[in-house]
Structures are given as structure tokens and as C-alpha cells.
T-cell receptor, first 115, second 113 residues
Framework: ETGVTQTPRHLVMGMTNKKSLKCEQH?????MYWYKQSAKKPLELMFV???????ENNSVPSRFSPECPNSSHLFLHLHTLQPEDSALYLC??????????????FGPGTRLLVL | QKEVEQNSGPLSVPEGAIASLNCTYS??????FFWYRQYSGKSPELIMS????GDKEDGRFTAQLNKASQYVSLLIRDSQPSDSATYLC?????????????FGTGTKLQVIP
């Protein structure tokens, strides 16, 4: 186990539903990330939070809404998703400095299917 | 546009052989490079990082970096069936900032017993 947990592990939702993904890190890190992994595509960075502040929004549609109440918890709120949003959603955390050598540790992911 | 290119494979090697995985990147400013392993249905896990030109060895794994050629590779010696996975090359930062990590599509490795 990497110290990063995600719930739920699997989620099936309709296009009109609202759901939330949860991530928690137990590593004392100060940065957290959401990634999307679709089949045959590279991991795509969605959002970055440093010390609870969002520092990166990688042109993500507004139907994805992140929330970071503290440095240990990260949520991804989902609403009116499309079938093409079906993917593995991965949370990661890191201890950020300035060297560029900081390692990101991933959670197990949430497998999302949008019907 | 920062890009990280990998051959998607699959790369098939017999058990005990050396597996060579390659990655090229486009951002000349990039200073650090990571290799992640991802088993099917699992999340990526870091196996190697390299920051300086040359070789870095860790057990059966050797990472090689050539910044002039913008090329980073991963060698796996004495390949085992348990090494069968997808290997992701990751390049953080550069002009995009350290936390904006760009991943390659990954190379699928199959080690044949």
C-alpha cells in the first residue's frame, strides 16, 4: 500500500447523476493531484493542489469540480458526465519542494463507468 | 507542447533476458525523469528516478539518461514473469513547472517463461 487511499474503487453512474470521488493521503504530503487514465491514452493531469490551493487546472470541463478541504483530503465532484468520461481516475500526492525531484505516489484509483 | 514518446509494444522477452524500454521527450528544460510500473488494473508505482546524465542502477533495474539526445531508457536485467507490466516514462516540469508531470503512453512488457 502506498499510503494513498481512494473511494469508491468502482463507480457506475448515469449521465444525470451527481457523485463524488474521495482521496486521502496518510503520508504527510503537501500536494495532491487528480489524473485521468483512459484506454490507449497517457495519464492526463487534471488538477493540482498545493497546501489546499489549486495551482493547476489542466483545461478540465466544468462537470468535474475538485475540492481540497485540507492537505490530506481531496475530492472530485462529478455531475452530468458523458460516456467518454469513463476512465480510471487516479489520485496522487507528493511532498513538494523546489528541486523537481519530488516523487508522486498514486492511490489505487476509481474505475468510473458512465452510462 | 511537451511530449513524452514511448513505443506502446508489447515488448516480448524471454525469462532471464534483458528488457530495454525507451523514452524520448521534447522539453529540453526537463531535469528529472521517472519510470513507473503499472500492473493491469493497478495504479502506477515508482521504480526508478534519474536526474543526471549517465546510468543509475538499482538491483536489476538500470536507468540511462542522455539529455543531449533527450532520451531516457530503462533496462531490466534477468527479466522475470513478474516484471510483465506496462512501464510509464514520466517527465515533470520543465517549462510547465515541476508538478505538471507528462506521462508517456507506456510500453507493455511481456516476459515469457
Amino acid at each position: 500500500e502506498t499510503g494513498v487511499t481512494q473511494t469508491p474503487r468502482h463507480l457506475v453512474m448515469g449521465m444525470t447523476n451527481k457523485k463524488s470521488l474521495k482521496c486521502e493521503q496518510h503520508l504527510g504530503h503537501n500536494a495532491m493531484y487528480w489524473y485521468k487514465q483512459s484506454a490507449k491514452k497517457p495519464l492526463e493531469l487534471m488538477f493540482v493542489y498545493n497546501f489546499k490551493e489549486q495551482t493547476e487546472n489542466n483545461s478540465v470541463p466544468s462537470r468535474f469540480s475538485p475540492e481540497c478541504p485540507n492537505s490530506s483530503h481531496l475530492f472530485l465532484h462529478l455531475h452530468t458526465l458523458q460516456p467518454e468520461d469513463s476512465a480510471l481516475y487516479l489520485c496522487a500526492s507528493s511532498q513538494e519542494g523546489t528541486s523537481g525531484e519530488e516523487t508522486q505516489y498514486f492511490g489505487p484509483g476509481t474505475r468510473l463507468l458512465v452510462l | 507542447q511537451k511530449e513524452v514518446e514511448q513505443n506502446s509494444g508489447p515488448l516480448s522477452v524471454p525469462e532471464g533476458a534483458i528488457a530495454s524500454l525507451n523514452c524520448t521527450y521534447s522539453d529540453r528544460v526537463s531535469q528529472s525523469f521517472f519510470w513507473y510500473r503499472q500492473y493491469s488494473g493497478k495504479s502506477p508505482e515508482l521504480i526508478m528516478s534519474i536526474y543526471s546524465n549517465g546510468d543509475k542502477e538499482d538491483g536489476r533495474f538500470t536507468a540511462q539518461l542522455n539529455k543531449a539526445s533527450q532520451y531516457v531508457s530503462l533496462l531490466i536485467r534477468d527479466s522475470q514473469p513478474s516484471d510483465s507490466a506496462t512501464y510509464l516514462c514520466a517527465v515533470p516540469g520543465g517549462s510547465g513547472g515541476y508538478q505538471k508531470v507528462t506521462f508517456g503512453t507506456g510500453t507493455k512488457l511481456q516476459v515469457i517463461p
